[in-house]
């Protein structure tokens, strides 16, 4: 059975940085495109962003380019989110989706599997 699960979320300050990571079972990371969303409260899914284990393209959300890096550890099947100089908007349960080996041109998908999500929440 394909599963995804997030973890890593958590409290954090202003500044500050955490790693989200998302383990998969069921399959193996390898060649499929993952992405990471967020839903703030009140507010859209959106997504942050996308990064195809086929070609190496990756696309993010340009308010966390150069804050927040995926990157995958084959060895543990896992993808990791590394995202740092977190801001108050960051504030968001944050999803991880699998897609079937695209090449990353937008945040918009398709996916097909989805994690469970794990809650950040960035406060002083």
């Not at 998302?22 to 990471?36: K, M, N, P, Q, V």
Request: glycine fraction near 14%; charged fraction near 15%; hydrophobic fraction near 30%.
């Amino acid at each position: 059975q394909l599963q995804l699960v997030e973890s890593g979320g958590g409290l954090v300050q202003p500044g500050g940085s955490l790693r989200l990571s998302c383990a998969a079972s069921g399959f193996t990371l390898d060649y499929y495109t993952i992405g990471w969303f967020r839903q703030a409260p009140g507010k859209e899914r959106e997504g942050v962003s996308c990064a195809s284990g086929r070609t190496g393209s990756t696309v993010y959300l340009d308010s966390v380019k150069g804050r927040f890096t995926v990157s995958r550890d084959l060895a543990k099947n896992t993808v990791y989110l590394q995202m740092n100089s977190l801001k108050p908007e960051d504030t968001a349960i944050y999803y991880c989706a699998v897609g079937s080996g695209y090449v990353c041109r937008s945040l918009a998908g398709p996916y097909d599997y989805w994690g469970q999500g794990t809650q950040v929440t960035v406060s002083s």
